[in-house]
Every structure is written in structure tokens, then in C-alpha cells.
């Protein structure tokens, strides 16, 4: 057993790597691509087959497993049912033709990890501070349903249930029901205390590979402003309907997407904008545009440059607006400001790597994460590993087994030293 | 019986003007929509069901029906099996939440019409030339399966049942198995020898209404050239993905969208361009799009303008592509020539409207109709009504019961000197 210890300090063994190794490549299978990629969407059926395989992993290494009201699924380790919960985890579903590590990678090393530190805890014969809990949060993506961060917005208390199963994808289903077709819809919010919540994730970025890191340790995040705009015109024939007269919705998009293009081109490196999606009715050949929406994300370090993004884009559309001949309704916005990872946690996760000689950084998150979500009302950190070349969202995406490992190795330690001596940190 | 005759023409008396409106509010409630349009794509459930209603109203009305490899249903009326046909019809099919008149009118009046003549041939002991058969064209719209015009351009061999049968809609279901499923793909295409070709419809624009004009004669149609346009990008995360390194597929079509449009305002009256449907995959908001697929059309009646637009528009492809890292693919391309309507046949109708005391006019079409194929090889007409505003592929597409009369007044007159007085066009 002494060689899973480094400066007496647990960390997984070479079993842990296997045990991780066998789940990773269950979880690749499961909604797998032609490319090697997962398509595996929010509380679809794949999504219910994956709880499936992760819930009997759990219960086969020790864990309580429970499922909360929007799909929360937590494995309990609990040494002491009065002590509060050290959460580690991350998110099983992806977006559409996505990457094999996005999300999975988090939630697969906490369970390990946790197994591990529970064995080695009890060959010690130590009892924590706190009870451990892995957590497969709901919805990361906000692919098939919006918002994105739907699990761990609802497990804060800033999204109600009711919002959460109100959610509905483009075939007009609510999360609610789709989550009662897969059998992972509780009854209620589950009340788990929590002392601290740890998430590794891949970078999907190039700054660990570029600066030869290991382990990035998430000091910040950007702001984003998310828009969903509709645009409304006028069906009409594209054959012999005078330009004059349309009302063409799908033009009106058109401008609005380019515009949103020169945002970013207008900031250089500080602004990040795109529209990922877009509706379009009726979506026929020879007839003008009547309706179209579109989903515009702004993100940025500064707050400052979003407000004056947001004045300038208000000021667009109501040109492209009069200039088409439609109207625009701003049909949601969201507004994430920036916001601080936790200062004690993020420093004991640097001094865990200097302690394993572990190459670390600071880092910094342009996309969301549940980590973001749980650092609102808890001491949270949020730890990346090198995504190769930074693709992500891809099912290209790809990360080294050799960082994986290295991962899992620095959270087994991490979550020893976040439930067994919170002095460190808190 | 003598009041159905005007001027020794026989017309529409007033149980075929009622029995038109009985069959037309029949059709209206078919694939109606909440706003009182009609919602009937080719091939659908509510195409075959109106189908079985045409289909039944022929019998009863002394029709022999025969439906084509390609789901053209024939109403055949024959006075002597040696003869060959003037066919009367139009289309069925609607786009998607359109009106209740675009090609409906022109299958049923042409029905009434020929029901109406051979009821006062009978009584004046009279043979025609020629046999009459009314017919539904299968997908005129183009709007569920393209191209448009698909069964005419199959009747006249301009496309083969084969290529028809493999035309997918959206989902992937060909028109061969749509038709199967609604019990209307025939055996073969059928050898109907046709000696001219009469069609009715709404103008679908503002011509006739300006003019205080009943009926349009059709001399001449715009040319088209159509595209469909696919650009290549690569999928990856909307947030951290710097953007200097994205290929945004959706960016590209918008670009692409605007340059269609800036053809179309350079060319004043003399072009009309339009994109009506956008294909987008993956579609989700944290995802830059890989794939855009556009629907392009031009539109003018000068070929030298849409010649120029054309290779103006793919060096703007090619700067597009570079500008934003993608590249593009064109997937199909079709160039419909400006081609003229037969000039005896449409003498004898504007003669007819004179003969009848009906206010008429020459016009053109810009939008692709079922004459238009007919007519590149066999002598066509295609006569308009008027359109309220000229409003089309809109569920308040609108045309007057009283234009609508006077229209079925002047299509069995018409129909009745084109079956008995061959003389005075041929």
C-alpha cells in the first residue's frame, strides 16, 4: 500500500488507474460516434444508460447512491452522517458529435479518487473531517435544454425546479419528461451540507500545453452575456414578392450574426462572441423567412467591455431591424458576471502539486462550468488537465491518458487534504 | 341550360360555381392551420387525404382516375379513346403554413370546369377533338422534397422517376416511400398523349389588383438559377476557442446571405434573390457550427444579369471561405431559362376574356409553375387571378370568391374552344 502514498500524502495506485481506465472506456461506448467521439445529450437515452453503468460502480465500490428532483446524482462515501460533504465532480452529458473527455473526465476521477481515499483511510485507520460525495450534475451543456448549468444552478438555489423541468429542447420535451423517461427524476432536492467542491475538467484551451503544465489551477472566470433574439418577418413567395415588400427574417439574422462577428473582431483577445444556434420557420426553399432565433453568447474578462458590447449591439439591431423591415424581441438574456474561484482551496491545489513535484499553473475559464456555479455559495476550485491542440466540443477532443492519470493522482490527494485537514484552507 | 351560355359559349353555371366552393372549403379543411391557412407538404398524411376527397369527387362526376409513377393524379375524361388531351390542372401540395389557394384553385376549378363541359356537351349532342383530363402535379412546392415542379418535370421527361423517387425531405424519407405510404405511388408513368395544356392560378402578386384586371395571361416567365451551397468548418467551444482559430460554418452562410441580398439591390426591379432555407449543424448554442447548408435562389428575366450575378457571387464565395477559414461546396445547381407560353393558345384566351366581357391583360411570372414545364413541350397557357396584396406562401394568402368565379367562367370557356376548336390556336 505505501506506494499509492507521495510525501504522505494518498494518491491513486496503479488499480485506481486501471478502475479509471475501465470506466473511461465504458463511458466512450456508450453514444459513442463513427469518429471516435460521444453523442450523449442531456437526460437521453444514452445519458440514462451511462447513469445506469456509473450508478452500479458506485454501489459495487461503497458509495450511497441517490438521485435529486432535476437528475442530480450523488455517491455518497459518508465516515460521519453529522459531518458535512467534500463534493467532487463534473457532468456525463455532451453536446451533439462532441468529445470523449469534456465533462466525463471529472465525474469518472472523483469516483475513483473518492474509492481510493476511502480504502487507504480506513488501511490508516483515520476518520475525516468531512464525509465525500462524487456528483454527476445535470445539463452541463445546455445543449438539448437551456440554460446550461441547469443541475448545479438548481443545487444552489438560483434555478427552481420548477424552471429546470419547464426546460424544453428543440422537440418541444421538457427536461422533466425526459428525465422521467430514463428513470432520473426524484422527488425532491436532496439537502447534502457541503464544506467544499472540487472539479477537474480538461483545459480546452492551449495554455497548459503551450507553458509545458500539467495541472492548471482555475483562478477566475470571464463574464458572458447570452442573448436569445427573435426575429420576426413576413412569409411571402421568394419568387415574385417585390424586394420591396419582404420582410425576410432569415436577412435580418444574417446582419445580426456578422455584427456579432465584428464585436469580437473590434476587441482583440478580450472579447469571444459566436452564435451557435439558430431557428428557422419555415425553413423552405421558396418561401421569405418569416421567423428566426438566435442564441449570441458575448464573453469577456471585462465587464465593462460586455456593457458597451451590449449598448452597441441594442443600437444594430434596432438599424437591422428597420433596415429588413422586421422586428426583435429579446426573448432571454443572461448575464454571468465574472467571478473568483476560491483562494484557500486554489492555493492548497498548487502546494498538493508542488508537494507530488507536479507542474502547475494559474489558469482562467472563458467557458462555464459547474464549478462556477457551486464557487457562488461554497469554497469551490476547479482544476484542468491539457486538452491536445485545445479542441474541444469536437469529437477530435483529446487528452493524454498520461495527464489523466496525473490528474486523478493530484485530486486523490487534493480531496484527502480538503476533507482531512481543512485548516489548510478554510 | 341556356343561362350557362354567353356569346354560344358554354361557362360555369351556378351549381358548378357551388359545387367549386363545396369542394373548396372541403380542401381548406385539410391541413388547416390555426390562421386559417393550409399546412399540406407533398406526400404527407393530409396530401393523401386530400387526395382520397379528389380522387372520390372524380368518380362521382363520371372521371376515370390514374395516378403515375410519380403520384400525378389524372382525372380522365374521354369522348373518344383515338384523341389525345387537353390536360387542365395544377397542384395540391402547400408550402409549409401557406395559403389556401396557391394551386388548389387551378386542380379544382380545372375539375369543375371539365365536370361542366362535358355535362352541356352531352346536352348539345356535341363530340370534342380532343378528350379533357384535369391533374394534380405531386410537389410543385418543392418545399418538402426538392426541386419544385417535380411531377410535371417527371411527365415531361425533364427528370427521371428515378431521380424522383430519391428526393429526400429533411428527414431523410425519400418521395418514392412518402408516396408509398400515402397509397400514391402508381406503377408507371402513363402514356396520356396531350395536345395542350390550360392552367389557372393566383398571381401571387400585385399586377391584375392595380390594374383593376380579372384575369392575367401569361406571355413569358423570369429566369432562375438555384443553388444549394454547403460550407465546411470545424466544430469546437463557443467560450475558449480563440477566434483567430475558428471556422465558424454559420458565419460564413450569413456573409453569404448579405452578398445574395447586395445582388438583388444592385439590380434594382430587374433581380430577385432570396435564401429561404439554412441547414446548421450541430445547432447548439456552445458550439461553433462545422456545417451550413443554404438554398439560394436568383431571379430575373434577363439571363446575361444572372449570368453576371453568378460569377460575381462565387468570387464572393471564395473571399468567404478564405475570410473565415471554411470551405464551401456547391451541391447543386439548377438555371431555369426565361421560356415563352404558346402565343395561339394565349390569344384564344385573352379572345375568350373579350368574347366574355372579362377585363384581361398580359403578364409575366417570376415563380416556377407546372405550365411552365408543360410548356417546353406542349402548347401551354397559364392564366392568373388576382391576389389581395399579392401575398403568397402566407397563410393570408387571399384571393375574392368573385374572382375565383369569374375565373372558373373564362377556364370552361376556354377549355371548351381549346378541346373543340383546335383551328383557332393550333
Redesign the interface.
Known amino acids: 500500500m505505501s506506494s499509492s502514498y507521495i510525501r504522505d500524502l494518498p494518491v491513486a495506485d496503479a488499480a485506481d488507474l486501471d478502475a479509471f481506465d475501465a470506466l473511461f472506456a465504458q463511458s466512450s461506448a456508450i453514444g459513442a460516434t463513427a469518429n471516435a467521439g460521444l453523442h450523449r445529450l442531456a437526460a437521453s437515452v444514452e445519458d440514462g444508460a451511462m447513469r445506469d453503468v456509473f450508478g452500479a460502480w458506485l454501489r459495487a465500490h461503497g458509495f450511497t447512491v441517490q438521485v435529486d428532483a432535476v437528475g442530480n446524482l450523488f455517491g455518497l462515501m459518508t465516515f460521519d452522517p453529522a459531518a458535512p460533504y467534500v463534493l467532487c465532480g463534473s457532468h456525463l452529458d455532451t453536446?451533439?458529435?462532441?468529445g470523449r473527455f469534456d465533462g466525463v473526465y471529472g465525474v469518472l476521477a472523483g469516483a475513483v479518487a473518492i474509492a481510493s481515499i476511502a480504502r487507504q483511510l480506513e488501511a490508516r485507520g483515520e476518520t475525516p473531517a468531512f464525509n465525500l460525495a462524487v456528483v454527476n450534475w445535470t445539463n452541463e451543456?445546455?445543449?438539448r435544454f437551456?440554460p446550461?448549468l441547469i443541475g448545479s444552478s438548481a443545487f444552489i438555489g438560483s434555478l427552481s425546479v420548477d424552471e429546470a423541468w419547464a426546460s424544453r429542447d428543440g422537440a418541444g420535451v421538457t427536461l422533466g419528461e425526459a428525465l422521467g423517461q430514463i428513470g432520473y427524476r426524484g422527488e425532491a432536492m436532496l439537502d447534502v451540507p457541503v464544506a467544499a467542491y472540487l472539479e477537474m475538467h480538461v483545459?480546452?484551451?492551449v495554455q497548459l500545453e503551450n507553458q509545458g503544465l500539467a495541472i492548471g489551477v482555475v483562478r477566475h472566470t470571464?463574464a458572458?452575456l447570452?442573448w436569445r433574439i427573435r426575429f420576426d418577418g413576413?412569409?411571402?413567395?421568394?419568387?415574385?414578392?417585390?424586394?420591396a415588400?419582404?420582410r425576410?427574417a432569415?436577412?435580418a439574422?444574417?446582419?445580426a450574426?456578422?455584427a456579432v462577428?465584428a464585436e469580437?473582431?473590434r476587441h482583440g483577445?478580450d472579447?469571444?462572441?459566436?452564435?451557435?444556434?439558430?431557428e428557422?420557420?419555415?425553413?423552405?426553399?421558396?418561401?421569405?423567412?418569416?421567423l428566426t432565433r438566435l442564441?449570441v453568447?458575448f464573453?469577456s474578462p471585462s465587464m465593462a467591455l460586455l456593457v458597451e458590447a451590449e449598448e452597441r449591439f441594442r443600437a444594430t439591431l434596432d438599424l437591422i431591424a428597420a433596415h429588413t423591415g422586421t422586428t426583435f424581441t429579446l426573448e432571454s438574456e443572461q448575464l454571468r458576471p465574472p467571478s473568483q474561484l476560491h483562494a484557500g482551496l486554489s492555493d492548497l491545489a498548487r502546494q498538493t502539486c508542488a508537494a507530488l513535484g507536479v507542474p502547475a499553473g494559474d489558469s482562467a475559464?472563458?467557458?462555464?462550468h459547474d464549478a462556477i456555479s457551486l464557487g457562488r455559495r461554497y469554497p469551490a476550485a476547479l482544476l484542468f488537465v491539457p486538452s491536445q491542440g485545445?479542441?474541444?466540443?469536437?469529437?477530435a477532443e483529446f487528452s493524454a491518458t498520461s495527464d489523466l492519470h496525473q490528474g486523478l493522482r493530484v485530486l486523490t490527494a487534493l480531496l484527502y487534504r480538503t476533507c482531512c485537514q481543512p485548516e489548510l484552507y478554510l
Chains 1, 2 share one sequence.
Open positions: 453536446q451533439p458529435k462532441a451543456e445546455g445543449a437551456q446550461s483545459e480546452q484551451g470571464w458572458a447570452k413576413e412569409q411571402n413567395h421568394t419568387g415574385p414578392a417585390p424586394m415588400v419582404r425576410d432569415l436577412l439574422a444574417a446582419e450574426i456578422v462577428r469580437a473582431e483577445l472579447m469571444h462572441t459566436s452564435v451557435g444556434r439558430l428557422l420557420e419555415p425553413n423552405s426553399p421558396n418561401v421569405v423567412p418569416a442564441w453568447e464573453r475559464t472563458v467557458a462555464g485545445g479542441l474541444s466540443h469536437n469529437e
